[in-house]
């Protein structure tokens, strides 16, 4: 377990560069610009489905995207993966490790850079604001999700793909769904298989959870559901895959 | 290296394998709402008989949406009322045999779900495509003042009742299914209601249905002279001879109207009358 807390420490020391903290710097200064042409003086302002919209549709991808390019390829080039199976790390630990470094850094940034400017721009310029603390708890808890979810499948495909190639694919594997999606929805919206495999062709239950949420549709137990399912599924993934990296047979300790 | 799959491997793998099932068991698992669905054409006979309106929901079973509306909105209290008390409720599977191209062509059906407002007459009044959370339904079923378009007949039914009483056919043509705040502005002003429920059978064709365009086609209507956003007003006297056409654009819905006042010469019993 020492291992592991200190496997830990040095990891987000690893992760958080010059570059990341200008990175993050920027999104915080994009974050509170778009809080103040966001938030309008007159309006109610629903701030949960606000917070929802800005971290879906724009800040979480890209940040999740900045902390996990290259996430597992990168130490394997580097020589860092080999050095750590020399210590009592298993494949699975050091990918739980990566993935929890990442999250709690995804989140460190969301929180700092978007949903802290959005709150206070939308307490000073004074509109009625409308939320219920439970709403806003279980929104921030699919996001969270959601952000985890991410971060396995580019921690999954980061073992299969060197660099950035990681993002791009995910990048690439969303576009093409969507791009599907809405063809499907146009020109074969009345057949049963295409719209049925358009469906279940990108995990988005715990986005829909959120969206949910946010709007006040209904209890989302069948998108978490769903989410959880993707989650678990690609975090097996992720985990046979770290199994398949070859280094030196006498190298790793059982 | 290769090693036996790990126990964390095979835990996360039966996470996955059981969440899935509980999800897609609460995805399909079919749901009763209470709300006595009728057929389309049962619908059709019930409405000529009480007057009310039909709320016809166009759906599939494998459309994801519309099981979201039949779990979450359905089965709401408040759009059950609504549906019980205000319409008469349908609906209609798209995979039913008996559900043809004509039947999808005339109703417009180009996505799912679709709901579909159908007056006690038969005519087509609004339609929303898509999920809608129960309090939008509910708020969109109570925005339509059905008294409004108590005068309104389909356009057959319009010339029939025009040779049996003598009056005019004022007939509205609109591009698309006419924009709620149209019909509102025309039907409210005093001048409109006058025309439209005492001096004249009132009726409505849409350029966007297939069937309706080949009849405003006959009556030589082209779309272009139908102003976007407005209508464009025919009358005919009780011989079926074309009186006046006028177009109105929404804008023009003020008090007063011109162009409703434009209308009233047209609406009157002389105009029945042969030259």
Redo the contacts between chains.
């Keep these: 377990m020492t291992d592991y807390r200190a496997l830990l420490r040095v990891e987000l020391r690893r992760l958080w560069t010059a570059p990341i903290i200008a990175i993050v710097a920027g999104v915080a200064a994009l974050g509170a610009l778009i809080a103040l042409s966001a938030v309008r003086p007159a309006k109610p302002l629903e701030i949960t489905r606000l917070l929802v919209q800005f971290h879906l549709t724009f800040f979480l991808p890209i940040v999740v995207a900045v902390f996990t390019v290259g996430v597992v390829s990168n130490d394997v080039r580097s020589g860092w993966f080999r050095t750590l199976l020399m210590r009592p790390v298993t494949r699975p630990g050091y990918l739980f490790i990566k993935m929890a470094v990442a999250l709690v850094s995804v989140w460190a940034t969301l929180l700092i850079g978007v949903s802290l400017p959005l709150c206070i721009v939308a307490v000073l310029k004074g509109p009625q604001l409308e939320f219920t603390v439970g709403q806003v708890l279980a929104a921030y808890a699919a996001l969270i999700a959601q952000s985890a979810l991410l971060i396995t499948i580019l921690t999954f495909l980061s073992c299969w793909f060197h660099g950035v190639l990681n993002v791009v694919f995910l990048l690439l594997w969303s576009m093409a769904v969507s791009i599907g999606d809405t063809f499907v929805k146009i020109q074969f919206w009345d057949s049963k298989w295409l719209t049925v495999l358009v469906e279940y062709l990108f995990p988005s239950g715990f986005y829909d959870a959120a969206t949910a949420i946010s709007s006040r549709t209904h209890v989302p137990y069948a998108e978490l559901l769903w989410g959880i399912a993707a989650l678990a599924g690609f975090a097996a993934l992720a985990v046979w895959s770290i199994n398949r990296i070859e280094v030196e047979r006498y190298v790793e300790q059982s | 290296?290769?090693?036996r799959?790990?126990r964390?491997?095979r835990y996360?793998?039966a996470?996955?394998?059981?969440?899935?099932l509980?999800?897609a068991g609460?995805?399909y698992w079919p749901t009763s709402s209470g709300i006595p669905w009728l057929t389309l054409d049962e619908a059709k006979h019930q409405a000529s008989e009480s007057g009310k309106p039909i709320y016809l929901d166009v759906y599939?079973d494998?459309?994801?949406p519309c099981r979201?509306m039949e779990?979450?909105v359905f089965t709401e209290d408040s759009v059950r009322e609504m549906l019980t008390t205000r319409y008469i409720p349908a609906r209609l599977n798209?995979?039913d045999p008996a559900v043809t191209d004509s039947i999808r062509k005339k109703l417009m059906i180009?996505?799912?779900p679709t709901s579909i407002l159908i007056s006690a007459a038969g005519l087509l009044i609004d339609r929303q495509v898509g999920y809608m959370?129960?309090s939008d339904l509910v708020m969109w079923l109570g925005s339509i003042s059905w008294e409004d378009y108590s005068p309104l007949q389909p356009f057959a039914a319009a010339i029939q009742h025009s040779r049996e009483t003598g009056k005019p056919v004022l007939l509205l043509a609109f591009r698309a299914i006419p924009p709620q705040e149209m019909l509102k502005k025309f039907f409210q002003l005093p001048e409109a209601r006058a025309l439209l429920g005492r001096q004249t059978v009132p009726t409505l064709l849409v350029y966007d249905a297939p069937d309706e365009k080949a009849l405003l086609d006959s009556l030589r209507v082209l779309p272009q002279e139908i102003p976007q956003g407005g209508t464009l007003a025919l009358i005919f006297d009780a011989l079926g001879y074309e009186r006046a056409r006028v177009p109105i654009k929404l804008e023009e819905l003020a008090e007063p109207s011109e162009a409703v006042t434009k209308l009233l010469p047209y609406g009157s019993p002389a105009m029945s009358e042969p030259n």
Aim: net charge neutral.
């Design positions: 290296m290769t090693q799959p790990q964390s491997l996360l793998a996470v996955a394998a059981g969440a899935a509980l999800a609460i995805d599939a494998w459309c994801g979201l779990k979450t798209i995979d180009r996505a799912l959370p129960a």
